[in-house]
């Protein structure tokens, strides 16, 4: 671990000692960057529990772990149309709603290739004030899982969004220290 600089409300040596901001982040998905991203939670695991029990007592061991769904809120922007980037991806995945009872494309299914080819690279970026990379995750074989528009009213002033939730086998988490260098967590190519 680095030396942490015990002065630091009073540091001048930049944006090194700046805490990370929840408000300064870019989402990849489709291959292009979404602009219109609103909201993102970070890819967070969970590992199980299994338990043995001994005469009066509890012994714990841990288990499989499991990543948690990413969720975005995405801003619906009349061109391109979130909605419809999201439901075209869903399509594209092998969807297809059957014409009539005898169409033989609508005996067709959604498989986890073409679902995940069809998310591209799938990345979230932590960034600092000039918008460089602080952390990133890359989710791995991820896919839509869910797309739920927003709801209509009258009374609502608020921009159109849709939620979306994703699967992902397991995550990438690369760390990016200012001097340069990088940390790779949960890879197979570099580990700390």
Do not use: C
């Amino acid at each position: 671990m680095t030396d942490i600089n015990t002065d630091f409300w009073t540091s001048t040596q930049g944006s090194a000692l700046e805490p990370k901001r929840g408000f300064r982040f870019r989402v990849t998905l489709f291959d292009k960057i979404i602009w219109w991203a609103k909201d993102v939670t970070q890819p967070a695991a969970t590992v199980s529990v299994a338990t043995h029990d001994f005469m009066s007592h509890k012994f714990y061991y841990p288990g499989k772990v499991t990543w948690n769904e990413v969720s975005l809120t995405l801003v619906d922007p009349v061109l391109p149309g979130a909605t419809t980037e999201l439901f075209k991806a869903l399509q594209d995945s092998g969807y297809i709603i059957p014409s009539t009872a005898t169409d033989t494309e609508g005996f067709s299914s959604i498989s986890k290739s073409t679902a995940t080819t069809n998310s591209g690279n799938v990345l979230i970026e932590v960034l600092d004030s000039d918008g460089n990379a602080l952390h990133t995750w890359t989710l791995n074989n991820a896919f839509v899982m869910s797309i739920t528009p927003s709801n209509l009213s009258y009374t609502d002033e608020e921009l159109m969004t849709v939620a979306m939730t994703l699967k992902y086998d397991w995550a990438t988490y690369k760390d990016l220290s200012p001097e340069g260098g990088e940390a790779t967590l949960f890879s197979k190519e570099e580990s700390i």
